[in-house]
C-alpha cells in the first residue's frame, strides 16, 4: 500500500462498513414486511420467523467466531463470514416462499454474525489499547448509519426498483466489500502495537471451566442478562420488524413515513447513548437508576403506543419513537455495570455472555410476539388488539425487568 495512506485507517473504515452491512441486515425486513405479507401470504407467525432466523444463528455463531478470529485471524474469518452473507442476500432476494426467504436470513445471520467482534479484534492489533474506547465507541457510531439506511432510504429504493432487486443490489456490495477486505487487509502490523506477534494460546481448560462455574454463580450476571435479554430484544424487534406493519396496516401512515418514524428510533439511540454514558460516569457516577430510567421510559412509551390508533396525530408517533430511541440506549450502561461486577480477568467473558442473551432476546421477542398475536387473535393476528396486547406484554415483561434490576449490587459510589 502506498506510504502515504495511513493502512490501520483505511483497515478501520473498510471493517466499519462491514458492521455498516451487518446493521443493515437486522432492520430491513420492518419496511418491506408489508410486500412480504401481500406477495407470500404470510401471517405473523411466518414473517416473525423471517426476522428472527438471522438473530438465532447470529447469536450462536458468536462462540465459534470467537475461537475461529483468534486461531486464523480476522482476515481470513471475515471475508469467508462476508461472503457467505452476500449469498445470503442473493437467495432472500430470489425467494419466493417461506422456506427459502429464512434461508436467506440464516446465511445473513451467519455471515453477519463475525463482523463487529473481527472489528475489534482488527482494532486491538492494529492501534493498541489507549485508543481503543475510542475507535470502538466510533465503529457503534458509523454502524448506526446501516440502522439508518434501513429505514427511508429503503423504502425509496424498494419503491424505485423493488426490494428483490434492492437485495440483489446489497449482494453485489457484499462482494466488492468482501474482495476489497481481503485484499487490503492483514491480521496485524509486522510488530504488533496492542499484543504480541503471535496469537495468544487458549486458555487451559481447568481455568474456562473454573471462571464460567464462577460467572454462572454470580446472581447479578443473570438479573443483568435478563435486563439486556428484555431490553434490546424489545427494543430490536419493534424496530426491525413490528413496527412496520403495525405503522402502515394497523395506523394506515405511507412506507416514508414509517420509514421516517424508524428512522427516528435510531436518532434516538445516537443522541440518548452518548447522554446516558455521561450521566452513569459523571453526572450520577451509578449505573442502576440509569438502567431503570431508561426501562420506565421504555414501559411508559410501549404503554402509550397500546393506546394509539388511526387518530392520533404524526406530532405525537414522532415523540414517542424517538423517546423509545432515547430511553432504550440507556441499556447500552448494562456492559459496564457486567463488566465492573465481575474481576477483570472475566470481564471478556461475561460481557460476551451478556451480549448473547442480547441477541438471543431479539429472536426470542420476534418470533415470540408473532406467536403470541396469532395464538390470542388467530383470525387477525395484525390487528390493532393483537399489537396492542404485544405492546403490553413486552410493556410488563420490562417491568418484571426492572423490578429485578434493583437486586443488583451498584459499582459506582457517588461523590
Not at 55 to 83: E, K, N, S
Not at 118 to 136: E, V
Request: proline share 4%; glycine share 10%; net charge positive.
Amino acid at each position: 500500500m502506498n506510504r502515504y495512506i495511513n493502512r490501520p485507517m483505511v483497515i478501520f473504515f473498510i471493517s466499519c462498513l462491514l458492521f455498516v452491512l451487518s446493521q443493515f441486515y437486522r432492520a430491513s425486513v420492518a419496511v418491506i414486511s408489508p410486500i412480504l405479507i401481500e406477495e407470500l401470504n404470510l401471517d405473523s407467525q411466518g414473517l416473525s420467523l423471517i426476522s428472527a432466523s438471522f438473530f438465532y444463528v447470529f447469536a450462536i455463531m458468536q462462540i465459534p467466531i470467537g475461537l475461529y478470529l483468534d486461531r486464523l485471524g480476522p482476515r481470513i474469518v471475515m471475508t469467508v463470514l462476508t461472503l457467505t452473507g452476500g449469498m445470503g442476500a442473493l437467495l432472500f432476494a430470489i425467494g419466493n416462499d417461506l422456506n427459502i426467504l429464512v434461508a436467506g436470513r440464516v446465511l445473513l445471520g451467519i455471515g453477519m454474525a463475525g463482523n463487529l467482534m473481527g472489528t475489534l479484534k482488527l482494532i486491538s492489533l492494529w492501534f493498541g489499547p489507549l485508543r481503543f474506547a475510542t475507535l470502538s465507541a466510533l465503529v457503534f457510531s458509523i454502524g448506526t448509519a446501516g440502522s439508518i439506511a434501513a429505514t427511508t432510504p429503503l423504502v425509496i429504493m424498494v419503491n424505485a426498483i423493488g426490494w428483490r432487486t434492492t437485495f440483489v443490489v446489497f449482494a453485489g456490495i457484499n462482494l466488492v466489500i468482501a474482495v476489497l477486505f481481503f485484499k487490503v487487509v492483514r491480521d496485524r502490523p509486522e510488530v504488533s502495537i496492542g499484543e504480541p506477534a503471535v496469537y495468544k494460546t487458549s486458555m487451559p481448560s481447568e481455568k474456562i471451566f473454573t471462571d464460567v462455574k464462577a460467572l454462572f454463580a454470580d446472581k447479578d450476571y443473570w438479573i443483568i442478562s435478563f435486563g439486556t435479554f428484555c431490553r434490546y430484544g424489545i427494543f430490536a424487534s419493534v424496530q426491525t420488524l413490528w413496527a412496520g406493519p403495525y405503522l402502515m396496516t394497523v395506523i394506515g401512515i405511507s412506507p416514508i413515513s414509517a420509514g421516517n418514524l424508524l428512522l427516528l428510533m435510531s436518532i434516538g439511540l445516537i443522541i440518548g447513548s452518548p447522554f446516558w454514558g455521561w450521566l452513569a460516569d459523571t453526572g450520577i457516577r451509578a449505573r442502576k437508576p440509569v438502567i431503570a430510567i431508561g426501562m420506565i421510559g421504555m414501559i411508559v412509551t410501549l404503554t402509550a403506543l397500546a393506546q394509539v390508533d388511526t387518530e392520533t396525530g404524526y406530532s405525537t408517533l414522532v415523540i414517542l419513537f424517538f423517546g423509545f430511541g432515547v430511553f432504550s440506549s440507556a441499556g447500552q450502561v448494562m456492559y459496564a455495570h457486567i463488566k465492573e461486577r465481575v474481576p477483570i480477568e472475566r470481564a471478556g467473558m461475561a460481557m460476551t455472555g451478556v451480549n448473547f442473551f442480547t441477541m438471543v432476546g431479539v429472536a426470542v421477542f420476534l418470533q415470540g410476539l408473532g406467536f403470541l398475536m396469532d395464538y390470542f387473535y388467530p383470525n387477525a393476528s395484525l390487528s390493532p388488539e393483537a399489537f396492542r396486547l404485544s405492546f403490553y406484554f413486552c410493556a410488563g415483561c420490562l417491568a418484571v425487568s426492572a423490578l429485578l434490576y434493583t437486586m443488583t449490587r451498584e459499582t459506582l459510589k457517588r461523590k
